[in-house]
């Protein structure tokens, strides 16, 4: 496995320094193995273009989405002040992270509680990175076709749709939208903590749906920029035809390329 390099905040503040960007973890990238290689891909990409970049390590705890979206304010406020407490004790005023849950709920809803950050989701750092010429990408894909899967958070939700499309755009991979895209797009199913509970009495499971109209573009390839879509399109993936198409993170794509 290739060696990355990772501080922790404790390590720039034990050498007198201050981190470029705090990378935000998240509970689905610390903890689910699947969603783990998107981290490992994104702090690769970061490797390669030489950001200075921290993480907080074991100070980091769930950013309180779960909690909030499950109805439980209570328990948001109390972990939302608690990190909150860590994140202005380092002074971080730059936060990154590869999860459109944690990017919406430290974006838009830590101001309330004290929190004030600029946020920024991963597709769009790395879309930055390449335009200001940090990062050089030799495509060479087996892949023939990739489409795309707008993460309710990342799009509907804070109206981020072209960066990861640029990054597509400069993968050289044909490219086939869904009939259902961009503010149009359909849920995968996670999204309002239903990730962690049953579903409703229904005919069809949401990540089906969803699914299934990734399939019907024929990719080979079904890109997204969340860890919990990654987690439901490849449950939808293994549930309708297993090995017709695989879900990868934009991150690992672009980690792919260089």
């Keep these: 496995m290739e060696s990355l390099k990772v501080k922790t905040i404790n390590d720039f503040v034990n050498a007198g320094e201050k981190p470029e960007i705090l990378f935000w973890v998240g509970s689905a990238g610390s903890f689910d193995e699947r969603a783990k290689k998107i981290t490992r891909a994104f702090v690769k990409i970061l490797n390669k273009a030489n950001i200075n970049f921290a993480v907080l390590g074991e100070q980091e705890s769930s950013s309180g989405d779960a909690a909030k979206r ?3 304010e209570f328990l948001f406020q109390m972990q939302a002040l608690m990190n909150i407490e860590i994140l202005n004790s380092y002074d971080i ?3 990154v992270t590869t999860c459109p849950h944690s990017y919406n709920t430290l974006k838009n809803e830590y101001s309330d509680l004290g929190g004030n950050y600029k946020v920024t989701h991963h597709t ?8 200001h010429g940090k990062l050089n990408l030799t495509t060479d894909f087996n892949y023939k076709k990739i489409t795309y ?3 309710c958070y990342l799009g509907r939700g804070n109206d981020i749709y072209e960066s990861p499309r640029d990054l597509i755009a400069n993968l050289n991979i044909d490219f086939v939208e869904m009939p259902r895209n ?7 199913g996670a999204g309002g903590a239903q990730m962690f509970k049953e579903a ?12 299934e109209e990734a399939l019907k ?4 390839v079904i890109a997204t920029g969340c860890p919990f879509c990654n987690t439901m399109m490849t449950d939808g993936v293994k549930n ?3 090995g017709q198409a695989q879900v990868k993170d934009i991150a690992e794509l672009i980690a792919e390329c260089i």
């Design 182 to 188: 961009k503010r149009k797009s359909f849920c995968c």
């Design 240 to 242: 309708i035809s297993e």
């Design 217 to 220: 573009t024929g990719a080979d």
């Design 70 to 72: 499950a109805g439980n």
């Design 93 to 95: 005023t730059n936060i």
């Design 200 to 211: 409703e009495n229904g005919k069809f499971e949401i990540n089906i749906i969803r699914t």
């Design 124 to 131: 769009e750092f790395i879309s930055d990175l390449i335009k």
């Design 149 to 151: 899967h707008d993460p």
